[in-house]
């Protein structure tokens, strides 16, 4: 792999890597936001446990898909893309934090280039 593209590609895994697993831990403080707030009424309603409790489980399998990258990166970075896909769609339907969802569908193309960005790489460069 060139080294341009070595380089592209070690951006895209520390950033898939570590920007997960911060915002996973702060589920957990809500140092940065108040995750809880990016919940629709609706959705809360629907949700068997309090809104925070569930992004603490969010924030649980956030910190999994960035530590999914590190070690599995092609399999990480799909998680990671359809995950934030996920993310997204939910604000769209709930039409709220809109400007959110458009940045993580732009995360979440980032991500999916990580992953085919692997896929080409892996036998030259490692997963």
């Known amino acids: 792999m060139n080294t341009n593209l070595l380089l592209v590609k070690?951006?895209?895994k520390y950033t898939f890597g570590l920007v997960?697993?911060?915002?996973?831990?702060?589920?957990?403080?809500?140092?940065?936001?108040n995750w809880?707030?990016?919940i629709s009424e609706g959705f809360a309603g629907m949700l068997p446990l309090e809104p925070s409790t569930f992004m603490m489980v969010v924030?649980?399998?956030e910190v999994v898909a960035g530590?999914?990258?590190?070690t599995k990166t092609k399999i990480g970075a799909y998680?990671?893309?359809?995950?934030?896909?996920?993310?997204?769609?939910t604000l769209i339907a709930s039409w709220s934090y809109v400007d959110v969802a458009v940045?993580?569908?732009v995360?979440?193309?980032?991500?999916?280039?990580?992953?085919k960005l692997s896929e080409s790489s892996s036998d030259q460069v490692g997963n």
């Open 107 to 115: 995360m979440a193309i980032a991500a999916f280039s990580l992953a």
């Open 36 to 38: 809880s707030q990016y």
């Open 59 to 61: 924030g649980v399998i």
């Open 10 to 12: 070690n951006v895209l």
């Open 67 to 70: 530590i999914l990258v590190f």
């Open 20 to 33: 997960p697993i911060v915002a996973g831990l702060d589920k957990f403080t809500n140092l940065l936001t």
């Open 79 to 89: 998680v990671v893309s359809a995950w934030l896909v996920a993310i997204a769609l």
């Open 103 to 105: 940045r993580d569908l």
